[in-house]
């Protein structure tokens, strides 16, 4: 199979930019004619190979910039945004769509930020309340879906907060438990911890300066609280800085990533950077060695993988998605070319949903998407007990996977049949943009595709897709 081209002209004006060059400086340093250069930013012509090693060797660029930037998360997106039934008769071809994410990123970007506005304001109007003009409803976009939007574009990768929490990691006077370290830090501060028999996992009190954690809360719940509130209260500026570099429309935006951050802080602290990274690599990311390793639960180690984002230590580019019973994706990240939906559930022939029939077992899953590309996913359920009798049990499912070039990197992958195409199961992203016309679990019909109605015939599904 032929390499494929790679067009990233976006990225790579970015990157000179961000050097300060010219056109003309640049074109000087990397051994290309300007009109050469200037042909490959307006994605005129592919990057090349010479240009890619010159980058590296002439500015020490990460070159897998070049391939894994926002393209494919912006073309997922405008593909579900087109889905929309109010765009329905326009539905520009997918090309249209990698021209527009690859050459005009910023106005893709603003395309996605306008369809916001209008499910915003159209779910609002839906309610009498809301139709009737009250002050706050306003076409802005929803604070959860801004903030998740934030860390989906920096890869779930925010170097500085990642940088602070393993400095913070590093053993002093030879103290290694990462949750006596963070007693400490508070108590420093003159905040007393305590335990208590509270519904509440974590409540702090600044008059008092008190923290009180939840006994019904397991170890490792406590102990990510106690680095969160240490990130809160001494890594306050950096927190700050980084949410004013974000712009988000509004307080409430920004509360939230606030404490997005912190529990970014809270998930790195307690798996520092290099050491997850090579535990990883030596454990070949079994989850269950790594979480007790770290004093981790598996979604915390789960999740943590899915960031190791680093530019120059990269670890295995991770997909990884929490949802609930009913479908809904309450977390999503993806360093793979998989993307997930927006809005809605998850494809239902994911191993994901299958996480809530097999309690404590670990699902696996080789599954390819329309676009032939093939991963491995592995599925578990996670059950978050409320720790006394009645108290409600919330039960998630996680999955994390990676494409099949980096099966051997997983100890789950062994004993799968990688070679056999057949082993693959067909999975997509939504329905409305999945492009198999066989899928026996559609729900609605594709929004690119005629369909052929025929009252004296009936198949799996009530209709056929041309």
């Not at 890619?52 to 020490?60: I, N, S, W």
């Not at 070949?284 to 790594?290: F, I, Q, S």
């Given at each position: ?13 970015e990157?000179?930019q961000?050097l ?5 400086d ?9 009109p ?6 307006n ?12 980058m590296?060797?002439?500015f ?30 326009i ?12 050459n ?65 990691a ?37 008059g ?24 809160l ?8 800085a ?10 409430t ?23 997850i ?19 981790a639960s ?17 670890g ?34 994911w ?17 390819e ?9 592995l ?9 006394r ?10 999955a ?44 609605v ?22």
């Amino acid at each position: 199979m032929a390499a494929q081209k790679l067009y990233a002209g976006a990225k790579l004006r970015e990157i000179r930019q961000r050097l300060g060059l010219t056109q003309k400086d640049f074109a000087a340093k990397l051994g290309v004619s300007l009109p050469y250069l200037n042909q490959m930013e307006n994605n005129n012509r592919p990057v090349s190979t010479s240009v890619v090693l010159a980058m590296a060797q002439e500015f020490g660029v990460d070159v897998t910039e070049l391939s894994t930037g926002d393209h494919e998360r912006l073309v997922s997106d405008m593909r579900e945004a087109m889905a929309d039934p109010v765009l329905a008769e326009i539905s520009p071809p997918l090309a249209d769509l990698r021209l527009t994410a690859s050459n005009a990123p910023t106005l893709a970007r603003a395309f996605l930020h306008l369809h916001r506005a209008y499910r915003q304001t159209h779910e609002r109007l839906a309610s009498l309340d809301e139709a009737l003009g009250r002050e706050d409803a306003r076409a802005t976009p929803s604070p959860w879906d801004e903030v998740r939007d934030f860390f989906h574009y920096c890869d779930n990768y925010i170097d500085a907060v990642d940088r602070a929490a393993e400095h913070f990691a590093t053993p002093v006077r030879n103290e290694n438990n990462i949750r006596v370290r963070a007693v400490a830090a508070l108590g420093n501060r003159g905040v007393r911890v305590r335990f208590a028999d509270t519904d509440a996992l974590r409540h702090y009190d600044p008059g008092e300066k008190q923290l009180t954690l939840s006994l019904r809360a397991a170890p490792e719940t406590q102990t990510f609280q106690l680095l969160l509130q240490v990130a809160l209260l001494e890594q306050d500026k950096l927190l700050e800085a980084t949410l004013d570099l974000a712009r988000f429309q509004s307080e409430t935006s920004r509360a939230i990533a606030k404490i997005g951050l912190a529990n970014y802080f809270a998930g790195a602290a307690l798996m520092p950077y290099a050491r997850i990274l090579e535990a990883a690599r030596v454990e070949r990311h079994d989850l269950e060695v790594l979480a007790m390793r770290f004093g981790a639960s598996i979604e915390q180690v789960a999740h943590r993988l899915s960031t190791l984002q680093r530019p120059g230590a990269k670890g295995v580019p991770f997909f990884f998605v929490r949802v609930d019973q009913a479908g809904t994706i309450t977390k999503r990240h993806s360093a793979t070319l998989l993307q997930f939906a927006r809005y809605g559930g998850a494809c239902p022939l994911w191993n994901v949903h299958r996480a809530f029939e097999t309690p404590g077992q670990f699902l696996r899953q080789l599954a390819e998407t329309p676009d032939g590309v093939r991963y491995v996913s592995l599925a578990h359920d996670v059950s978050k007990p409320g720790g006394r009798w009645g108290a409600p049990v919330r039960r998630y499912a996680i999955a994390l996977g990676c494409e099949v070039a980096h099966a051997d990197k997983l100890v789950y992958a062994d004993g799968l049949d990688i070679g056999n195409p057949r082993a693959f199961e067909p999975i997509g992203i939504s329905c409305r943009i999945c492009e198999r016309e066989d899928c026996h679990q559609r729900s609605v019909p594709p929004l690119e595709r005629k369909l052929t109605i025929d009252p004296n015939a009936r198949g799996t599904l009530p209709y056929e897709v041309g």
